[in-house]
């Protein structure tokens, strides 16, 4: 099967291998005459993004480039990024990486035509409309990992300076109005950022797949890309130069991130909080607190992961599943406790509060609470 195509679910998708080459094609789709290229610090030097900036150079559409984004990009970030945004004249953005890169991207443009402050779009009931939909820029969104899937999202996750806390901020128009997915581009992927994003695509599967919402589209979406997952992220971990494993990772990575429509849970709700305070990886982080979530939704989650098992041709249903995951993640080299991962001395008191105040606890099976939240830190201290 040729792994070329081009869809429209939930936005133009440009999929395939040397699809960068139409970068400026996506941005004159998109009307974008003075783009910006948004991306990390690490991404800022590498080969990839210098092809792509000398590809908007032949172009005529100029070589512009902001890569002051941290691994959790904070709202020092957005600052910064708005001056250089406004002081340039430009007109729309390339979202260029992952995560990081895309969401401030995603941000930027959203954030340059509005009069109220970040905080005032929080993904809070409906605190979008507050904004002036009309003066959100464009964004092509070129992702180069295959884990968070936010060039098919609708918001940015920015860090709050102060508190330390991870915030979403989400208005519809944020969703990018081209996307470019070129494997080529995720084939420099080191072995544990390989692991770390693949399995956070695999956690955006499983919350979804296991909150109570009702998203029947997201449901079949979510356990094929549990499937492609399984059957993919050993191989792309083994051979980064495998094309067809980083390609069909790339699908699950926009897969996780459309199913999550439906809802997130404990995953990211524990993990977000631990981000924030300790700069961890995300796709990591969520890998690790993943087995014991598991357990923990098991009373109201022990059916329908039964129903994933199968589908995935694994035996034993829930605990099938289960012995999966503990399985893959030792493969992948995944931490089992915060302190593997790097975290000394966390405050759990503190990390509880903000895990219960993220918006993803309203996507978990079971019901959160001070004492059973904290208790899910604890058992991977």
Known sequence: MKLVGNWNYPTPVRFGAGRIAEIADACSAAGIARPLLVTDR????????????????????????????????????????????????????????????????????????????????????????????????PVVAVPTTAGTGSEVGRAGVITNSRSHEKKIIFHPR??????????????????????????????????????????PMSQGIALEGMRLVREYLPRAHADGGDIEARAHMMSAAAMGATA????????????HPVGARHHTHHGTTNALFMPAVLQFNRPACEGVLGQAAAYLGLDGGFDGFAAFVDDLNARMGIPQTLTELGVTDPDLDALTRSALADPSTGGNPVAMTYENTRRLYEAVL
Not at 262 to 271: C, E, P
């Open 42 to 137: 690490g991404l800022a030097a590498m080969e990839i993004t210098a092809r792509t900036l000398d590809l908007l150079d032949e172009a005529g559409l100029g070589r512009a480039m902001f890569a002051d984004v941290d691994p959790t990009p904070s709202d020092r970030n957005v600052e910064e990024g708005l001056r250089v945004y406004r002081d340039g004249g430009f007109d729309g953005v390339v979202a260029f990486g992952g995560g990081s890169g895309i969401d401030l991207g995603k941000v930027l443009a959203f954030m340059v035509g509005q009069t109220r402050p970040l905080w005032d779009f929080e993904d809070i009931d409906d605190w979008w409309t507050r904004a002036d939909a009309g003066a959100i820029h």
């Open 260 to 271: 999550f429509q439906k809802g997130l849970g404990a995953i990211h709700a524990l993990s």
């Open 174 to 215: 944020m969703l990018p109005s081209v996307v470019i997915c070129d494997p080529e581009l995720t084939v420099g992927m080191p072995q544990p950022i390989t692991a770390g994003t693949g399995l956070d695509a695999f956690a955006h599967c499983v919350e979804a797949f296991c909150s109570p919402h009702y998203h």
